[in-house]
């Protein structure tokens, strides 16, 4: 006795697919590509604090003992390594999935130069959550008074692709 009310033709057993076994394997590969791929396009930056920070906010007790700097659970990265004081862009990025070999792209237009000055800092971003400080440190920025008109931050891979940018008010502001 069957249950199908279909005529007996449609009634046969459902198959997954009915595909050679390379065929499925194939199938198989790219879906699985295409999930991968759409997990690492999952990235996006959850907020930007802009500031100057002074050297000693980076002071840790720590360091008095073993004379390196403790950045904690933060990666710190400035335009001149060994210049600590600077403007910073505390950044909190949500990734899916691992990146590698990615890189910020930090712009900035300050007050009486309309060009936008650009940083580039190398970082290898995990999965999760994870917090970035980008500093222009050094002669990039020396006035700790001196605020940005406007700033654009990009998450890019190695080739150039965008994964996930942030820009304050002005920055998205049209252009007259």
Known sequence: ?????????????????????????????????????????????????????????????????????????????????DVRAGYYFLSRVRAAAAIGDARFVVQVVVPGQPEPKSCTFPASVPAGSKVFQLGLTGADWTDPKLHPVAWHIELQTADGRVLAQKSSFLWEAPRK
């Open 1 to 81: 006795m069957t249950l199908c009310r279909r005529p007996k033709a449609l009634c046969r057993p459902a198959r997954a697919l009915n595909l050679p076994p390379m065929r499925r394997l194939s199938c198989l590969a790219v879906c699985l590509f295409v999930s991968l791929a759409a997990r690492a396009a999952d990235v996006e930056f959850v907020r930007v604090w802009p500031a100057w920070r002074d050297a000693d906010s980076f002071a840790r007790i720590s360091e008095y003992f073993t004379n390196q700097e403790n950045t904690g659970r933060e990666v710190v990265v400035r335009t001149h390594a």
